[in-house]
């Protein structure tokens, strides 16, 4: 079974400033998919990065950039220029190829932005 | 266009009581999934429906915990005999279809508390 791990429960950075959050997994796969989802206090789950494992270029998405270490199964999501709507609790997650598989997700990171 | 919508948006119930937690994905996705969110578990998953198959209940924790989908649309994920356990937020998601490319949209949850 696959296993994701964020090491992180807590995190905070200065509006404006960079911060890295990171994540890890563990899998035999060789087909998978990874993404990070935010989940504001509004409990609703939004996708912010996707980064297909086949792919060696690491996906960004305007502020928000992934550094994939595949060797290493590594995938930090790093947040450039943080604003005080970025505060939130942050997922990695984890989905194996193929048709209807589920998202197994890490335990998750809070992200608290200081004006 | 519309989201995911889940109702109840919170549901209090007393122990050993039986609750319907309904789900509606976004019109002409083929692909369901329901997760729960508590403290003790992170994100699990729970079941998945895609289209007429039958679903893949992998995820159920008991056999307390039952879930349809009618028509292809709708869905009602069911808890009898409630556990303070079972206190959880329980999210649905829903996708075009069930293929790597296809991305898992979230409704805003329910949060379960048993009393």
């Known amino acids: 079974a696959q296993t994701v791990t964020q090491s992180q429960p807590e995190m905070s950075v200065q509006e404006a400033e960079t911060v890295t959050l990171s994540c890890t997994y563990d899998t035999s796969e060789s087909d998978y998919y990874l993404f990070w989802y935010k989940q504001p206090p509004s409990r609703q789950m939004i996708l912010v990065i996707r980064?297909?494992?086949?792919?060696?270029q690491n996906a960004t998405e305007n502020r928000f950039s992934v550094n994939f270490q595949k060797a290493a199964k590594s995938f930090s999501l790093k947040i450039s220029d943080s604003q005080l709507g970025d505060a939130a609790m942050y997922f990695c997650a984890y989905r194996s190829g193929g048709a209807g598989n589920m998202l197994t997700f890490g335990g998750g990171t809070r992200l608290m932005v200081k004006p | 266009g519309a989201g995911v919508s889940q109702s109840p948006s919170n549901k209090v119930t007393e122990k050993g009581k039986d609750v319907e937690l309904r789900c509606d994905p976004i019109s002409g996705h083929t692909a369901l999934y329901w997760y729960r969110q508590s403290l003790g578990q992170g994100l699990e998953f729970l079941i998945y429906?895609?289209?007429?198959?039958?679903?893949?209940k992998s995820g159920l924790p008991s056999d307390r915990f039952s879930a349809e989908r009618t028509g292809g649309s709708v869905s009602t994920l069911t808890i009898q005999r409630t556990q303070q356990e079972d206190s959880a937020v329980y999210l649905c998601a829903s996708s075009v279809g069930a293929g790597d490319s296809y991305e898992q949209y979230f409704g805003p949850g329910t949060r379960l508390t048993v009393t």
């Open positions: 429906f895609q289209g007429n198959s039958a679903p893949d």
């Open positions: 980064q297909e494992a086949y792919k060696q």
